[in-house]
């Protein structure tokens, strides 16, 4: 009984700070994530987030969209700029934005300049990726952070 009701404790105490999240788009080539709550990410680390209530985002996803889930490309004094169409990340190409969606929304241009403290640009090398790199999403800033994901399947 009484490691049952210690595996139990060790369980609960885990599912505090953990959490099991499916992808069920084709923007990362994973699709389930083992999430760890309250840790900020460091540059390249998948990052889970409520993805907010920009009037795209509710059409496209519902009014209680579920947490998005996608890479931390740019972090907090790094510089975000665009050539063209093209987003770079201190220099460095990370996304390409479109102007609407594939049902012809137009999309508008995600933020430029330095990531601010507490926030990060998100994004995913899809090229339909919906992230940091369109305003309707943004920087994405600490009070909309789930946690970091670890890729399982």
């Known amino acids: ?36 709550a309250r840790r900020f990410p460091v540059r390249g680390d998948y990052v889970v987030f409520h993805p907010g209530h920009d009037p795209i985002t509710v059409k496209y996803f519902g009014a209680k969209p579920a947490a998005f ?41 995600g933020p430029l300049g330095v990531v601010p403290e507490g926030c990060i640009f998100a994004g995913t090398p899809h090229k339909d990726g919906f992230d940091s790199r369109y305003a309707h999403i943004g920087f994405v800033c600490r009070d909309r952070l789930v946690g970091t994901g670890q890729p399982i399947l």
């Open 1 to 36: 009984m009484c490691l049952v009701a210690g595996a139990l404790s060790a369980a609960s105490k885990w599912s505090e700070n953990h959490a099991l999240m499916i992808n069920v788009t084709d923007s990362l080539p994973n699709w389930a994530f083992m999430v760890e």
């Open 69 to 109: 889930t996608k890479i931390a490309l740019g972090l907090p004094g790094d510089t975000v700029t665009r050539i063209g169409n093209d987003v770079h990340v201190n220099g460095k190409r990370v996304a390409t934005i479109k102007p609407m969606t594939k049902r012809a929304d137009p999309l508008a241009a």
